[in-house]
């Protein structure tokens, strides 16, 4: 199948282009390069240097006449998307209907979308937390990814698109660049190689940190691919289940970074403090057993496995 990603270039989304790659599949990438990279671009994939808020990206559909279209291409940073909500909207909201019309237009069979369960639930009262639960999105971030949602749904009723919408949990791996909506590991990871103490946001009575459901890169890659071969249409949870705190998660960094035998200063071992900062959460878990049973996806790393492989590719590419 040809299989059309947008923000093929960026750090999940040059993953899940592997692993179309890999299945066998012919894959094009729509990415502006905004925040992607040419050097994660697989080589056997095709790309147009295109924005997904510009008319230009019918040629593409016009010429390509992608079987299944994968959007991973979005504004991405909550801060960014609380300082300027009009460009967030612009980017998530607006560009998600323009790729939804050119589907209907060209006759796509499915279309895959990047979503986010560690944001879109807000502070729920249920952890983990299922697809059930209704939404109270604390960004606008969060609110332009379930507009999305609402949009693709709509589609589906009018016109019936196939899609499966994906709620990503907070993702890791190589690639990951430190501003996103989880960079968290590639903050440390960076600050640790660099020789800068790294800092732990937390709230007042939470020194710990925050717990969050860290999932690696390379499972929601597999995720992506089992969502298109699926015949299901529907919502599902991608994440690990399992909750884990930020100074577990920093001293887990520290550990695969040290096994690598990267020297860390023995002062780093605790983290530096600061205060969260606007819409973040104290805890996102989700519950992923929906995936399990309808799609007969589970993720397979550890997060040690995870980091591990993580950490290894940070210090391949050290500059
Ligand atoms: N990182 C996470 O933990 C996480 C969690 C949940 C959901 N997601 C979603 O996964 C997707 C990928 O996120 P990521 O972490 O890989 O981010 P990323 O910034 O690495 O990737 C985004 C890609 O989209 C491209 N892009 C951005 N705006 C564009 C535009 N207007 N037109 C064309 N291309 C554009 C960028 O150049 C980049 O290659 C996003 O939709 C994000 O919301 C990420």
């Not at 808020?53 to 959007?71: A, Q, S, T, W």
């Not at 937390?202 to 390379?218: A, L, Q, S, T, W």
């Amino acid at each position: 199948m040809k299989v059309l990603v947008t923000g093929g270039c960026g750090f999940i989304g040059s993953h899940v282009v592997d692993a179309y790659i890999n299945d066998g599949h012919e894959v094009v990438i729509v990415d502006n390069l905004s925040t992607g990279k040419t050097e994660n671009k697989n080589e056997k994939a095709k790309l147009y240097k295109v924005d997904i808020c510009d008319e230009g990206v019918r040629d593409v559909f016009y010429k390509e006449k992608p079987d299944i279209v994968n959007h991973h291409a979005a504004q991405i940073s909550v801060p960014l998307s609380v300082k300027e909500p009009l460009m967030d909207a612009e980017i998530n909201i607006k560009g998600t209907i323009r790729l939804l019309e050119l589907s209907r237009e060209y006759g796509v069979q499915k279309f895959v979308f990047a979503s986010t369960g560690g944001a879109i639930y807000g502070e729920a009262e249920k952890v983990p937390t299922d697809e059930g639960y209704s939404p109270e999105p604390l960004s606008p971030y969060a609110i332009s990814k379930f507009a999305s949602e609402k949009y693709i749904k709509f589609y589906r009723s009018l016109y019936g698109l196939r899609f499966v919408i994906l709620r990503y949990s907070n993702v890791y791996g190589p690639r990951q660049i430190p501003h996103g909506e989880a960079g968290v590991v590639a903050i440390f990871t960076e600050k640790l190689l660099a020789n800068v103490h790294p800092t732990l946001n937390h709230f007042p009575d939470e020194e710990r940190g925050m717990i969050r459901d860290y999932c690696y890169v390379k499972d929601i890659a597999s995720a992506n691919i089992t969502a298109t071969k699926s015949t299901k249409t529907g919502m599902f949870n991608i994440g690990t289940g399992k909750g884990t705190r930020t100074l577990d998660l920093y001293r887990y960094t520290i550990n695969a970074l040290r096994r690598k035998g990267k020297a860390i200063p023995q002062e780093f071992e605790d983290p530096k403090r600061a205060i969260a900062r606007p819409g973040d959460l104290k805890v996102s878990i989700l519950d992923v057993r929906r995936a399990k049973k309808e799609l007969g996806w589970k993720a397979i790393y550890d997060m040690q496995n995870g980091l591990f492989e993580t950490v290894d590719w940070y210090l391949k590419n050290e500059t």
